[in-house]
Each structure stands twice: as structure tokens, then as C-alpha cells.
């Protein structure tokens, strides 16, 4: 790291010196000897030329820095010259890495990538932190000010000096300012610049500040030590009570997670008394619509990856909808009255169906790509909340919502509660029970398809899917109370939130036998659920 | 006179049963040990384990009828029964290695040299001895399931949600089990045994031993099941089976009933896994798993449920299925043992002996009749009840479309 | 209804053994155990499709001995006991002379007995904890010191590693490297406080509190690095759940054990760049007996997209070995072929030649490699010679005087060199 921080020393004097980088430019050709030289040798060497690169203090050379890092540089074998390069089917589109022009195309063998490994990407992303901290764009500046913050180097600060003078975006000054409290931190400046450096950092607040200050607080003393330890009691305290906060949010996703894999099962198995053990199954066509959905936008439109969802959705109903009506058709209506038997029957199905699809789509895991929108995380206090997760979460409640209304709202609700209740009667006034039946249960089916193209987001997408849900579902629809959507919904949450506040301090396997426990103990007490049923119902 | 019809029919079923499963015990071990292996009457070794397997399954199978098929109480848990029988048996296997083991430590097993615990945990002790083990096998399922039964029953705990909570039971077991913690060698659980009260476990003649006592137990527990049906007891839990409240209103104690079967049975399940266990050399959590127990009730069920004879030779028809079907069709097994369940549920919804009994009945009845319109002097008797199976193998509910040609049961 | 059937039962099987014995004359019989189906087909599978590919080159070339192999597949269906009465099955009705297969701890525990009793051969491919040698069966996959410890240096040296979480799946193989890591960092000086073990069920799907520990673990100011034995199913959520927690290779690696070509295939790789993982072999290895073998299995399997990974190599060297070692002895017959096998070298997939050791594990070269966006590898570092697996770990208590060596006059594959005895401490 020396021999980096040497040359980031003789970029920042250079900046210094000229005041607005742009200044240093130079002609690029001088620059590409340089570029060339990073073809040459193993990690220390390449490690050294970024150096010798980023000592030049040029820009122009942050292209050639970044394809490196994303792993997109490449040198021709023949003369050694290096491109930034672009997969076109079997070739390469090369571009060159100065004056970023195309430069034609080259085969597979011709071209061979620059490695890099961990640290190399490390180096890159702290050069390309100076590089770029004065960047037009605001976002480039926010990610070159995080990037500097992580490297922590004390030579960084005259650069950040500089770059926050004319910075006017408040964001990216807050964390200009936080980088340079870091690599303050990390110098052998005074005490009063430290002191005032603890205190941004203190009032930043999260885990990042905090394992900094800690840093301090261990290699320090007197008062700069005094001031880290005082900021970084403060900022424990605070990340504790996040803490209860964060437990609560992942209890609320594991729960939605349940709700979501449960509900298709509520309405088949609470609704209509099917023990519909081929639910999972259900879940897992749905996750496979997701994947062939996906595949057929990579294929012919690519453009159209970041709605794959939503076009899943509809589809993911429908393919889970109809399998359920056809299984209703062939197999159940047999069976109603008979509920035992509907697991046994069911139960074949669910063997039938994994192995189809088991044979169709390979026993190996497919890929379901995350939407951009659905990747990543935002902060919230010094919470972390993954878009996934809450999307997933405003998902659960949504289909929740959407199915209260069919079965409150609409005549076809009307009709499969009246079937669920009292069969004869309701066929006695006129309602096609079996068109009723096949219907609820293509319902139910559709839902735990719909299931599947969230859960898809999360979890494997392989014949194994429903397997690992049907149990867990069972438990939430017998624990809410069969029969009853809101026990469902209240079930769910409970059994999300209770486990992860059991897993911290019993860890994740003890916490899901406590939970079990707890739910056969629960039983025990209301043996008809959370919310049960009352009258002549129940005995049925 | 009509009722001694009955019972000579169901002793000449039983009979006919016990005798085949006797000939088998002699037969099958004799054929094995003393047929040279050039004859063709010779048993493989290997067949000798997989029927000695099949009759701890049937015996597996026999537990979950007694609850489910006489006293209505669908366990989606038996296997947790059948695994710890099997562990308690494994246990003592274990103990028996010795200084065979691949550390050669005399008190630990490998598994916990391997994983550097100092001592034997409390809960080995005793299973040195076979006799502790033995009480072991029907006592800790016995107890479990008490312990589990008394709080549900008294609880009046019923129908799915009773399933569901034994199902998460045997969850919650086999994700304990699975511990390394827990001192029960985690997910590879106990295996590589060596000897049984002194026999080597890998000798055809313990082979032959162990498929001998397997067919014993099955014999002795067949005929308790029996005499327990059939006594008055047997009455009153079928009552329970299919109206609990009307038999609790007539005085009976319903959950005392309950609780003395399921206890029962799950004994029996207890001993069915300590069987197991020396026959296919491993137990571990896998056994556990509330598929397997899922599997258990399907047996049953295509045997035909409420017929112990069904629950037997659902057991062993299954099971060789799948065996069969594992080797000879080894990618697509599934669609035709998923099939197999959907039909029998379709096509023969009182199971293999259900059906077999039912039809056996009807073309009975059309030949006293022919007789007697033939002129004999024999009046027609009304159509005796399917003597293994009882027609309410269906639970009846008056909404339900009647299937098949199965006559609604006069109440007694 | 009980005799025809036992009856059945029996002429079927004995049927079958006929069979068997009649056919093979002409044959060469291989067994292939690998689930199909259940929870552990999504791996396995893979290996039968590997297994039956090399069998057929294998004929193509003229076969064995001059008769042709054949491939005998059964479905275990990733039920423990039933590879064992597989394994029998195998071996007893279907006279195969190897069995190529099992890929958990549990089911080559399961089968062993089998193959000791019967006297057949077993090849086992997977990377698994060691503490073992048997001998009826060869260790083509990594045994700790192949895999575990390499990685641990490498972050350790490269990467300036002095805080570790051991995260894995609660069964033997985690816990058996854990320990033995957790011994060789007290050993190099790392703190107690300083390592973090964490074990999760099997299939575990929410992952969200373990990241944010990860997390919050890693925010002590020294550098954290992940080591990771987490099963098969459960590394896609783990992933997931790791790349929108934006935990980064740059801050926190990963170095995972069971992470291959074949688990990627499940998910995007893009955010994964960088987490590292070590194996004896990465589809990426740019040599052309790779090439070739790509180019066969593609051609093999029908699909260009396709990836190998490590146990298909392990299968490729086993089956090498035992094809080497049976022309050797001139015979199937399995005493000839243990006493043949050791010292067999053939060529691995990434450059080099893997021998058999006498301890019946195999001498490899151990590759660290970075996940790429493509789902690849690309490789950082290696060992600059091979490494021969160790059965018995110098790290732990129990096993640290023991060696293995199946050649006469020892013969024996727990002996104590402290008492000088065969049989353990």
C-alpha cells in the first residue's frame, strides 16, 4: 500500500499545483505506454503500474482503471496493446481505453483479459476515489467520496480539501466530510482536528463509523481517546436500539415470506379442506414461469428484463390456475368428502409434478435474475433494508388485499363461500358447485403461483422449491386458524417475528425448534387455531 | 349365527395371513442359510435384508392403522416413534463397537473423539447393556408419545390440527437430531455397527436371525392389534373414530382411550426402528423427516385402512415398488409411484384389501342367492360385512357424494 | 396375497441376478450410485451424466480389457439407507466390479459397511472432511488440507485477513474444517474473540440476520473474511442476500468450500465478483486436456451451457485410475485392483498428473479462484506443486499420530504411529 499512497501523495501535489485538474491533461497518446504496461506481469506489478498510472494525476486514464476493475480489459497477444473490450457473441469489440474509440474486433484467442483479484479492485476503486472526487456528475463525486472514505488515507486529505471547496452538492459534501474525518483519523494531524473528526464521525453513526472510532479508541490516548470512547458508546447505544428495529423488519419479511408461500394453501386447504400437499409444487411452476419468462426477454428482448415481473405475474397465475383447475378436474372433485384422501392423491401429484419439471427444466438450479429495482439496499437510520425484501413484503400485502376483495366482493367470492359453508343449500339456490370448486381452487393455485415469482427473487429455483415451504405453510394455516384468511395473515407475522427474535440468542436451528414447540403448546391451548371458527362448522 | 359367520371369516383370514407370514419366517432365513447357493431356491443374502426391511416397515405400517384406522387419529408423526426406537437401538450398537472404532477409544464413539467431546453425555449411560436398550426402544417413544398425547387429547386436540402439530413434532425432532450439539452424531448418525449380543452384524445367519425376529414381532403385534380390535375396547374406539362428541356423551372417557392406543402404537413403532436399524446399518435425522411419516399413512391407506392385514401388505407392496422402480426405471420413478398413489386413491379408494373384501363379499352374496333361488333350503342372509375392513373406511359425512358401491353402515 | 408376492419378490430378484451373471461375459459392469431425485438430485445428477459420458469414451476406445463397460444406474434418492441397500443391490444382483457415486458425508458413511462386507470398490468425488480411510474406497475428492487450509493462508497472506467467520451448514463436513481451521488460526495467532462460528440447518432460505451479523462482525476495524462450508441449496439465498446486503468482495470475501460452476448457474454472478472459492479444478483451467473434456461434454449432454466443476474432474481422474489400474492387473477382481491402484497416475483437468496415494486419497494441485460476472472462476492463486490429501488431520486431537497406508505389509488405515499399532489411539 506504501508505494500507492506514495504516488496518490505525488496526484494529490499535482492537484494541488494546478488547481482544477483538468489542467494537467495531457496528450493521451504520452499516457499509452503507461496503459500498455498494466498487460505486463502478475498482481504486484499491476498493482505498481495503476500506480504509476494514477501518478500522472490524468483523468483520462480512469477509463482504462475502471474497465480493469470490472474485469473488461484486455490485451491483444499480438502487439500487447490493451482495449477495453465488449462480449459480441463469439468476438470482442475492442475500444481503446484512452481516446475511447472503436477499434474493431478480435476473436476469443486473440485477446486475453488482464487479471485483477480483491486487491487489485481495492487499489483501483481508492485510485479512481481521487481520480474522480471532482467530477461533473454528482453521483460519480458520491461514489468517488465512499471510495475514499473506505481507503482511509491520510495523503487523500489535501485532495478532499480541494474537492470540498468547490463542492456545492450537500450530500456529497456530508460524505466528502466524513472521508476526510476518516483519513484524519488515520494521519498524525493534532488533537483538536481528530477531536473534530470524532464528532463527524460520531454523528454519521453507523457500523462503518463505529469500527473506525473503535480503531481509535485502541491506538490512541488522552483525550482523542476519551472523545472515541464517548462517541463510540454513543453510537453503540444507538445501533442497539436499531437493532430491535432491524430484528422486527426481518421478522415482518420472514413472515410476508410465510404469508406469501401459506395463503394459496389458506384458501385450498383452510377454504375448501383439500390437504393439498401438491401446493408446494404450485409455487415452484410459478417460480419456473418466472425463469422461462426471463428467458425468453434475454433472448429476443433484452430491453424489456427490468418488467419481467410483472409480466411473470399474470402469467404465473395462470400456469399455476390452470394446472390446480385440471388437478381439481381429474383428480379431487372425486375425493371431496373424503379430505384424508386428498393428501394421498395429492401427495402423488407433488411426486408427478417435481419430476416433470425435474425432467423438463434439469434437476439443476436455474437462474432468476433480480430486476434492478429489485437489488441492492437503501439505509434507513442504521437499519439496512434490501429492496427485495420489501418489495416482497408490500408484495404479500398486496395479494392480500386483492384476494379479501374477490372473496368479500365479488359474486364469484359470494358463491365459493356459500359452496364452502353449505354445499347442498347452495347448489339448492342455483349455484354450479363443481364450476365453483375447480374455480376456488384454480384461485388458491394461481395465488401460490404468484407466490412462486416472488419467492423466485429469494430462494433456489429448482424442483426442490415447494418441498421447502409446504411444511412451514401447513404450520401458519393450521396455526391461524383453518378456514380463516386474517388468522393467516396474523400467523404468518407472528411466527416471522417470534423466530427472528429467537434466532440472535438461540441461533437459527434452535430458534425454529422453539418455534414448533411453540406452536404445538399454542395448540394445546387453542386447539382450533388463532382465530377459529365458531359453530356447527367446527365438528364438520 | 351371523356373527359367528363373521368371526370364523376373520379367523380364517387371520389365520390364513399368520400362516404365510410363518412360513415366510422359516422359509426365507432356511432358504438363505441351507439352500446351496447353486439351487435356485436359493435367497440372496441381499433379499433377506430388504423383506427383513419390509416386514419393520409393515410393522411401522401396523402402528399407524391401530391409530388411524381404529381410533381416527391421522399421525403425521409415527416416523418420530420408528426413528428413536431406531436411535435407542443404534445407540446400543454404537456402544457395542468398542475399541473397533477408527480411534480405538473403548467409551466414545468416532463421532464424538471426532468432534473432541471429553465425555460420554449422561443420557448414553446404560446403553452398554442390552436389556436398557431394549426397555429403551418402546419406553422413550412410549413416553414421548404419552407425555404428547395426554396434553392433546385432554386438550381435545382433533382432525388436521392434531395431524399438523404431529407433524411439527417430528419436525422439530429432526431438526434437533441434526445438531451436532446434541450428542446424537448429527446428520450421519450412528453407523458402522459391528455386532448384536455378541453376533456379527454383517453374518448371514444375524441377517437371517434379525429377518426372523422381524417377522416375530410383526406376528406377536399382529395379534394384539387383533385381540384389541376385536375386544371392547376395540368397540368403543371405533365409536370414538367416528363420533368422538356422541361417545363422550355417553360416558366414556375419550382421551383415556386415545391416550392408551397412541401409546401403544407408537411402541410398536419403536420396535419396528430398533428392527430396522441392524438390518439397513444407519440411522439417522433423515428418519425423522415428516415426509417419511406421510409415506407411512399412504401405505396404509392403499393397503387399505381399518384392515390390519391392508396396512401389511400396503407396506410391502410399496416399498417393493419402490425398489423396483429405483433400479429399473431410475430417472422417471416418480411419475409411476406418484401415479400409483393417485390411482389407488381414484380407483380403489378402501384400499387393495378394501376392495378385494368388498368384491369378494358381493360375488359371495350373488352365490347364496343363485343357491337359494336354485331351490336350497338355505335362507339368504344379509351381506355380511367385509369381515377385515369395515365399510366406514370412509369417513361418512352426509354431503358426501357416495362412491363406489360401498352401502351406508347401520349404526349398532 | 403375501406368498405370490414374497414369491414374486424372490424370483425377481434371483431373475435378475441371472441375469446379471449371464450378461456378464460380455460386459464390464460400473455402477453409478447417485441420487436423482430428492434434495440432493440437484447435484448429483450432474455426476451420473459424468459418469455415463466417461463410460462411453471409454467403449469408444475400445473398452476394457477388450470387452465393453456398462453403466448400471440406480436412483438412491438422496434417502441415507437406501444407498446402502443400493450399493448392495449393485453389487450382489448386478455384479458390478466399481461403483462410481455418493456425494454427502452421510451416505458414503451409509454404504461403507456394504462395500467392506462384499469386498467391491467404491470411488467417492467430493470434497469431504476426511477422518477416514477405508479400503474398498478412493478418495478422488479434497480432504481438508487440499482445500480448507490453502484458502485460509491465501486470504491470510494476500489479503491480510485477521478476522474470520466460519459460517456453515450444521453436519459433519462444516464442523470437521471448522474445527481443524479454528485450531490452524489459534495456531498463526488469531484471537479467540477474533473467529466467529455460525451454524445454520440444512435448506436454510432466510439468511437475513446471519448477513447483518456478518455484517456488524466485520465492523471491528480489522479486516473480515468469510469461510464459508454452507451446503449446496442453501448458498443461492446466501448469496442473494449477501449481494443486496452489499457486502462486497473488496470488504468482506467470502471464500466458500461447496460453491462451484454448477451453483452459480443459479444466480447472477455480477454482484458475487470477487467472493472466492477453493477447489482442485475451475472449468476456467486453460489446458487443452480441459478443452477437451468441455467439448465432450457439451457434445455429451446436448447444451453448450453446460458448466463442469470439481467432482465431475474428481469422477474423470477415478475413473482413469481405476481403467489404468484394472489394465494393470489384468483383472476386475477388486483385491487386484486395490493392490494395483496405488501409485496409478493419470492426468488431472488442470495441467498436471494426480496419483493415488497408499492412503487411498490422491494428490492434487489447489486452485483459489475469484467468481467472475459470468459465473466462472478465474484463478488467483495456486500451489506451485501438488498436494497429497491427508486422511487423518495433524490438527485435531484424536487424529494427529494416525496415518493410513493400504499397501502390504501394513495394510491398515487408522495406524497409530505413537503406539505402533493398527486401530486408533
Known sequence: ?540 | MMSSFLFRAMDARAGIFMAILGAAIVLVPAGNLLVPETSPFHVPTYAVTLMGKYLTYALLALAVDLVWGYCGILSLGHAAFFALGGYAMGMYLMRQIGTRGVYGDPILPDFMVFLNWQELPWYWYGFDMFWFAALMVVLVPGLLAFIFGWFAFRSRVTGVYLSIITQALTYALLLAFFRNDMGFGGNNGLTDFKDLLGFDIQADTTRAGLFAASGLALVVCFLICRALTRSKLGKVLVAVRDAESRTRFLGYRVEHYKLFVWTLSAMMAGIAGALYVPQVGIINPGEFAPANSIEVVIWVAIGGRGTLVGAVIGAVLVNFAKTWFTAALPEIWLFALGGLFVFVTLFLPKGIVGTFSQGWTALRQRKISAAYEAGSDEPPTAPPHSPGAPANVTIPKPSAPVSGAAEPQPAE | MKTTFTKLAVAGLMASTMIGGAAAEETIKVGVLHSLSGTMAISETTLKDAMLMLIEEQNKKGGLLGKQLEAVVVDPASDWPLFAEKARELIEVNDVDAVFGAWTSVSRKSVLPVFEELNSLLFYPVQYEGEESQRNVFYTGAAPNQQAIPAVDYLMNEEGVERWVLAGTDYVYPRTTNKILEAYLKAKGVAEEDILINYTPFGHSDWQTIVSDIKSFGSAGKKTAVVSTINGDANVPFYKELGNAGIKAEDIPVVAFSVGEEELAGLDAEPLVGHLAAWNYFQSADTDINAEFIEAWHAFIGDEARVTNDPMEAHFIGFNMWVEAVEKAGTTDADAVIDAIVGVSVPNLTGGYSTMMPNHHITKPVLIGEIQGDGQFETVWETSGLVVGDAWSDFLDGSKDLIADWRAPLSCGNFNTATGKCGGS
Open chain 1, 1 to 540: 500500500m506504501s508505494l500507492v499512497r506514495t504516488f496518490i501523495l505525488l496526484f494529490g501535489l499535482i492537484a494541488g499545483f494546478s488547481v482544477n485538474i483538468a489542467i494537467a491533461q495531457t496528450d493521451p497518446e504520452s499516457l499509452r505506454p503507461l496503459v500498455n504496461e498494466l498487460a505486463k506481469g502478475k498482481y504486484a506489478e499491476t498493482e505498481k503500474q495503476i500506480g504509476a498510472l494514477v501518478a500522472t494525476g490524468d483523468p483520462a486514464v480512469a477509463p482504462a482503471l475502471e474497465a480493469l476493475g470490472a474485469g473488461v480489459l484486455f490485451y491483444r497477444k499480438s502487439d500487447g496493446s490493451v482495449f477495453i473490450t465488449e462480449k459480441a457473441g463469439k468476438t470482442y469489440k475492442l475500444t481503446d481505453p484512452l481516446t475511447l474509440e472503436a477499434k474493431g474486433e478480435a476473436g476469443k484467442r486473440e485477446v486475453k483479459k488482464i487479471k485483477v483479484n480483491n486487491k487489485l479492485r481495492r487499489v483501483i476503486r481508492a485510485a479512481l476515489g481521487s481520480l474522480t472526487l471532482m467530477a461533473p456528475d454528482p453521483e460519480v463525486r458520491k461514489t468517488a467520496a465512499e471510495a475514499v472514505f473506505k481507503a482511509r488515507d491520510p495523503d487523500s486529505i489535501e485532495a478532499l480539501d480541494i474537492a470540498l471547496a468547490s463542492e456545492t452538492d450537500e450530500s456529497v459534501q456530508l460524505i466528502m466530510e466524513q472521508a476526510r474525518a476518516a483519513a484524519v483519523l488515520n494521519s498524525d494531524m493534532d488533537e483538536a482536528q481528530k477531536i473534530n473528526a470524532i464528532e463527524t464521525l460520531s454523528e454519521m453513526g453507523n457500523r462503518d463509523a463505529l469500527s473506525l472510532l473503535i480503531n481509535v479508541q485502541s491506538s490512541s490516548e488522552g483525550v482523542v481517546r476519551d472523545a472515541a470512547t464517548i462517541a463510540v458508546e454513543k453510537i453503540e447505544k444507538s445501533i442497539a436500539a436499531w437493532d430491535s428495529a432491524q430484528n422486527i423488519w426481518y421478522g415482518l419479511s420472514l413472515g410476508s415470506v410465510l404469508l406469501l408461500a401459506a395463503i394459496g394453501l389458506a384458501i385450498t386447504f383452510g377454504v375448501m379442506g383439500v390437504i393439498n400437499m401438491a401446493h408446494g409444487e404450485m409455487v415452484m411452476i410459478g417460480a419456473y414461469t418466472t425463469f422461462v419468462v426471463q428467458e425468453l426477454i434475454r433472448t429476443s428482448a433484452p430491453g424489456l428484463f427490468e418488467y419481467s415481473l410483472f409480466i411473470a405475474l399474470p402469467l404465473a397465475f395462470l400456469a399455476s390456475g390452470l394446472v390446480g383447475i385440471a388437478i381439481e378436474r381429474g383428480v379431487i372433485r372425486w375425493l371431496y368428502g373424503r379430505p384424508l384422501e386428498t393428501l394421498l392423491a395429492t401427495w402423488g401429484i407433488s411426486l408427478i409434478l417435481q419430476q416433470a419439471v425435474r425432467s423438463i427444466f434439469g434437476p439443476t438450479n436455474r437462474e432468476v435474475g433480480n430486476p434492478d429495482w429489485m437489488s441492492g439496499a437503501f439505509e434507513l437510520g442504521q437499519m439496512t433494508i434490501t429492496y427485495n425484501r420489501m418489495w416482497i413484503i408490500v408484495f404479500a400485502m398486496l395479494v392480500f388485499a386483492g384476494l379479501m376483495l374477490v372473496l368479500k366482493k365479488t359474486s364469484f367470492g359470494l358463491n365459493t363461500r356459500a359452496v364452502t359453508q353449505n354445499r347442498r343449500m347452495a347448489a339448492s339456490m342455483g349455484i354450479r358447485t363443481p364450476w365453483v370448486d375447480a374455480l376456488t381452487f384454480g384461485l388458491g393455485s394461481g395465488i401460490a403461483g404468484i407466490a412462486g415469482v416472488a419467492l423466485s427473487q429469494i430462494d433456489n429455483v429448482s424442483p426442490n422449491l415447494g418441498q421447502g415451504y409446504i411444511i412451514d405453510s401447513f404450520m401458519v394455516v393450521v396455526f391461524g386458524g383453518v378456514g380463516n384468511l386474517w388468522g393467516t395473515l396474523v400467523g404468518a407475522m407472528t411466527l416471522g417475528v417470534v423466530n427472528k427474535f429467537l434466532e440472535p440468542y438461540a441461533g437459527a436451528v434452535l430458534g425454529k425448534i422453539f418455534v414448533l414447540v411453540f406452536i404445538i403448546l399454542f395448540i394445546q391451548k387453542r386447539p382450533r387455531g388463532l382465530f377459529a371458527l365458531k359453530g356447527r362448522a367446527v365438528e364438520a
